[in-house]
């Protein structure tokens, strides 16, 4: 985790929230601080190649812009996915528009990772992360928001918009279809 | 491979990695794992799964921070008590004055006032107490009067003179009043008589056999 991502005073993140609201800009920072890594964690997880920073930031925007509208029923960072994924989903439909691109197979997906030869030292790591790129898009989503974030099936049902009984399937599913492609 | 069958137990594998669960729900947790190598082989894996999680570039936190609208911006008043959501300035809209209202209102029923008188006097007084009219004929007992538009006033049309184009004849027969206006007899005898009219001439010619007497043909069997 980011050395920054705590608070000096460790503030939850509604107290951060109210600080801001007060005037506090160095909340804003806190909170950006605090959350920056994991949306991009979970946008590079989600397939997102290019742009990153971009899209953090955009969910920033929109996140910050819209603070009145969060009532705190979900933590923050909840949120947070939720606008960066329908920030994903706009990003991925606008690039099918511009260029007419067929949906990512999965099958493809599993190649992309070889763009990761370079990042990713050890062979196992490759075969995991092909695995895992293997995975049908829901499978993916859930799977990595619940071990690479280590968000509950409550909160990745807020996020994918579904239910926490499917999320758990889908996790269940996932576990296994990955321990299948590492067999095979 | 087979798993566990406690899928309690595989739910919590990821909240042990994150080191979310209560001391005693891990030591729990941990116990399990360490009696199942089902459990154990799913929590390395998870493990390798986190450990090759894709790297993420460095971000600029201050660069998304710039970006991030102010509480000024976004219309939060500040006061000591703690922040609440104050309207957004918006410019008021010209329509939300109340002379520009008042004003606008004069105006709407000046105009639709106008409007009325205008489309009153342009009506024909003759018109008004009595529409032209054409007779159609209906039929051979009796001719009906019907109130048409002024061009063919007082001419008659009975079926026997219809015109080689009795469509292009017919399209001067307007009406002035609407086809409410006129009752129900008078709509029966017009259709019945517009059934009557060919507006399409046949364009195959009539087949003409000509008569042949018995002397005619006399004649030509020798």
């Given at each position: ?49 290019e742009?990153?920073?971009?899209l ?14 969060f ?35 999965a ?13 990713v ?17 829901m ?46 | ?6 899928v ?42 986190m ?21 000024a ?31 606008a ?7 639709g ?52 184009r009795?469509v292009?004849?017919?399209a ?10 006129l ?11 517009m ?8 364009v ?10 018995d ?8």
């Amino acid at each position: 985790m980011n050395p920054l991502s705590r608070g000096a005073a460790g503030d939850t993140d509604k107290v951060l929230i109210e600080r801001w609201k007060a005037g506090d800009s160095r909340a804003a920072t806190e909170l950006v601080s605090r959350h920056a890594d994991s949306l991009a964690r979970f946008a590079t997880s989600a397939g997102e190649r290019e742009e990153i920073e971009e899209l953090v930031q955009d969910t920033f925007v929109r996140a910050f812009g819209s603070l009145d509208a969060f009532r705190g029923e979900s933590s923050l960072r909840t949120w947070l996915f939720t606008i960066e994924r329908r920030l994903m989903l706009d990003r991925r439909r606008a690039e099918r528009r511009q260029h007419s691109l067929v949906p990512i197979e999965a099958s493809e997906a599993a190649t992309e990772y070889n763009a990761l030869d370079g990042m990713v030292a050890q062979e196992t790591a490759i075969q995991v992360r092909r695995a895992v790129g293997a995975l049908s898009p829901m499978q993916r989503e859930v799977f990595t928001l619940r071990v690479e974030q280590g968000l509950s099936y409550k909160e990745i049902a807020e996020i994918l918009e579904t239910t926490a009984g499917a999320a758990r399937v889908h996790y269940h599913n996932a576990v296994r279809a990955v321990k299948e492609f590492l067999n095979d | 491979m087979t798993e566990c069958v406690s899928v309690e137990m595989r739910d919590a594998l990821p909240d042990l990695i994150h080191g979310s669960l209560s001391a005693a729900r891990a030591a729990e947790v941990d116990a399990h794992v360490a009696s199942c190598a089902n459990c154990a082989v799913e929590l390395d894996l998870l493990r390798s799964v986190m450990a090759s999680a894709p790297r993420v570039p460095s971000l600029d936190i201050g660069r998304i921070v710039a970006a991030v609208p102010s509480p000024a911006r976004r219309g939060f008043r500040l006061h000591q008590g703690g922040a609440r959501p104050a309207q957004p300035q918006r410019p008021q809209a010209v329509w939300s004055r109340p002379l520009v209202r008042v004003a606008a209102t004069i105006a709407v029923v000046t105009a639709g006032g106008l409007s009325l008188l205008v489309g009153r006097d342009a009506l024909n007084p003759e018109q008004q107490a009595r529409p032209a009219a054409i007779t159609v004929a209906a039929g051979e007992q009796q001719a009906v009067e019907v109130p048409l538009s002024p061009i063919p006033a007082g001419s008659s049309v009975a079926p026997g003179q219809q015109s080689a184009r009795p469509v292009a004849s017919a399209a001067g027969l307007s009406l002035v009043g609407e086809v409410q206006d006129l009752s129900d007899e008078h709509l029966a005898t017009l259709l019945s008589e517009m059934d009557r009219l060919n507006p399409i001439p046949g364009v195959e010619p009539e087949t003409v056999t000509p008569a042949i007497s018995d002397s005619d043909t006399s004649g030509m069997s020798q």
